[in-house]
């Protein structure tokens, strides 16, 4: 490489002319040799980053602190899709998105100020008008007294792994089925509504947890990728109506996040439940009107495989309150409205207040001491006899379960049976008590060897008939205490035998198969297919105590009563009444040709000594009625 070097003597000092000749010509040469070295270094450095920048996959770009272009490396044609002239002929934010400029305008200002750049991420529009994200960096140059003259800017296309990491955060906080918000979601939209409340007392807002039924046959019957269709159809109509709806008037502050506040949000918990949250609320109805609205979208029916398909929702409101310290809190008690709603009937509305929250505080108190109590075998079996109404002897029993609570009272089946039945518990409970009664059954046989067996009745829980092996439950019981199986009386309550009549026949099939008799409890009170009815292998209909009471006053009461006798007889069944509290009670149902009885008048549920002591009477004097008629008082006990 040729270099022309240029020097002068007005170039040097007048102190280096007064040097002597010798000298002065090495100084010289030195110089020379010096600027030569310079020049060709600076050559060397341009040209190093001519070619690190042009085969650079990042896009390099050399600026004026004025924010001038000098230079673009060639990356920014293949990533933005501009040339160096279109790029030379515009500002160097002009592509820049407008929403970030301020924030870019500030980094360089810091880089010029500071001499170090920072990293950050920021919009840039290419060629075609959509949007890249970028990730920049900026670095300073200095002239020699030390000022920020130039930027060099470093910036790297990120946009796929931006929208990777969006997609990630997607899948996180949204449902996968239906798009919507999820539970994380939802519980951090209502945190900050919850702190906007905080720094503004006037904010009200409210969340309803809403429950739909009527997807739980379509399950059964056609798969889960039909519930799964029915329940994305569900959100969205109740997106459309929520969007298109003004359902209450609304502000729209502010929040610190930056969110409008004042919106509806529309998430899915689980399953068929959804929340919603209504912000910027006026009065303690809007949240009511909103429900209405819900649950009229929810009328027309929805169409799955060509099946019309019919729901209704469940929803629970919780209003605002100060005393809320976490989302969760509010959310729960939401829950708990709508539990409180769905007890009530189909498409029901409730309203948290303080009273519920007492009652779901005892509950779940009454929950951890039931579980406690079946580790603790804190029950107990008690025994009401069953009368042959024409001789008035003994004929049987029907085994109820009691809890003595603590070993010092007594807890009624009233009220814990039904936390039992919704928790579960009463699998485990009804699993011993097919044991111990059918252990007490056998004890009694071998004491007192009746003619025909003493017959025990056990009921069998909505629970237990559904969602356990019910007849793996009752084999074992038989089998581990020898029990005969035709001394076992299964009672399952009309309602629970019609609601899947395929399982029940299943079942009641299955027991019959191994000798155990079968009785339809309640019979009368619920809607009942006579023809389903003949199909069952069944041997007891029990008329329920609701026709018993009135038999003697109310003409309908007693025409039914004789009518279920009828009934069964045709059918080639026994009958039993139960809730015999009177002797006109007794005359009436044994008028009718029924069978046998049980209620008060006879006995009231005792425990199996005060049974045995009964029973040994029985057998010491059989012409005599085995019981006595005993207190005439309301058997509050009377159902397990």
């Known amino acids: 490489m040729e270099m022309t070097i240029g020097l002068t003597l007005s170039s040097f000092p007048f102190w280096v002319l007064q040097r002597p000749l010798p000298e002065l010509a090495g100084l010289i040469l030195l110089l020379y040799l010096y600027v030569a070295y310079q020049r060709l270094h600076r050559l060397r450095q341009n040209e190093l980053f001519r070619i690190i920048s042009e085969n650079a996959a990042d896009m390099i770009a050399l600026v004026e602190v004025t924010g001038k272009r000098l230079y673009n490396s060639p990356a920014y044609e293949k990533v933005l899709g501009y040339s160096s002239k279109e790029l030379a002929a515009t500002g160097s934010l002009e592509q820049v998105h407008p929403e970030d400029r301020e924030r870019v305008i500030e980094a360089a200002k810091q880089a010029s100020l500071t001499g170090v750049g ?20 900026a670095s300073a140059i200095r002239n020699r007294r030390g000022q920020v003259t130039h930027l060099v800017i470093v910036n790297r296309d990120v946009t796929k792994r931006k929208r990777m990491e969006e997609q990630l955060e997607h899948e996180a906080f949204h449902d996968a089925l239906t798009g919507l918000p999820n539970r994380s979601l939802f519980l951090d939209r209502l945190q900050r509504a919850m702190d906007h409340a905080k720094r503004h007392p006037e904010f009200k807002f409210a969340v309803l947890f809403v429950d739909i039924q009527g997807l739980k046959i379509f399950s059964e019957t056609m798969g889960h990728a039909v519930v799964d269709q029915l329940i994305f159809d569900i959100s969205n109509r109740l997106k459309a109506r929520l969007r298109h709806d003004d359902t209450i008037s609304r502000s729209t502050p502010t929040g610190g996040s930056g969110r409008p506040i004042g919106d509806e949000i529309l998430a899915r918990m689980d399953g068929d439940r959804f929340t919603l949250l209504l912000e910027s609320i006026k009065t303690p109805s809007d949240p009511m009107r909103v429900a209405m609205r819900v649950q009229e979208s929810l009328a027309a029916p929805f169409t799955a495989n060509g099946v019309d398909a019919f729901t209704s929702a469940s929803i629970g409101i919780a209003l605002s309150s100060p005393s809320y310290q976490e989302p969760a809190e509010m959310l729960r008690d939401a829950d708990i409205a709508m539990c409180r709603a769905k007890a009530q009937g189909m498409s029901g509305c409730e309203v948290f207040d303080t009273h519920m929250h007492a009652l779901v505080v005892r509950r779940l108190k009454l929950e951890t001491e039931l579980r406690k109590a079946i580790e603790r075998e804190e029950f107990r079996v008690f025994y009401q006899p069953i009368i042959r109404l024409a001789t008035g002897q003994i004929a049987g029993v029907e085994a109820l379960v009691r809890w003595w609570h603590n070993e010092s009272e007594f807890v009624g089946p009233a009220d814990f049976i039904e ?58 019981a038989l089998d581990e205490t020898k029990v005969a199986p035709w001394s076992l009386l299964l009672e399952i309550t009309e309602t629970m035998a019609m609601s899947d009549p395929k399982m029940t026949t299943r079942i009641f099939s299955q027991l019959k198969d191994i000798g155990v008799r079968l009785s339809i409890d309640d019979f009368g009170t619920g809607h009942s297919s006579l023809s389903r009815l003949r199909s069952f292998p069944v041997d007891v209909l029990k008329i329920d105590r609701s026709f018993i009471r009135g038999i003697e006053h109310d003409v309908e009461s007693r025409e039914i009563a004789r009518l279920i006798v009828t009934l069964a007889h045709h059918l080639d069944l026994k009958v039993i009444a139960e809730g015999i509290e009177t002797p006109g009670q007794h005359a009436y149902v044994e008028q009718f040709g029924c069978e046998f009885g049980q209620g008060y008048l006879y006995s009231p549920p005792v425990d199996h000594a005060a049974l045995q002591k009964l029973l040994a009477s029985a057998s010491r004097d059989s012409d005599e009625p085995a019981v006595n008629a005993g207190p005439r008082t309301q058997d509050v006990n009377r159902r397990n």
């Not at 936390?419 to 059918?438: D, M, Q, Y």
């Open 118 to 137: 920072k990293h950050i991420e920021y919009r840039m529009r290419h060629r075609d008008g959509s949007w890249l994200v970028l990730e920049s960096t």
């Open 419 to 476: 936390v039992a039945e919704e928790t579960g518990l009463i699998v485990p409970i009804g699993r011993w008590v097919f044991k111990e009664a059918c252990r007490q059954a056998h004890a009694w046989h071998l004491l007192f060897n009746t003619d025909p067996l003493l017959t025990t009745t056990i009921n069998v829980s909505p629970r237990q008939f559904a969602q356990s092996n019910l007849f793996a439950d009752v084999k074992s």
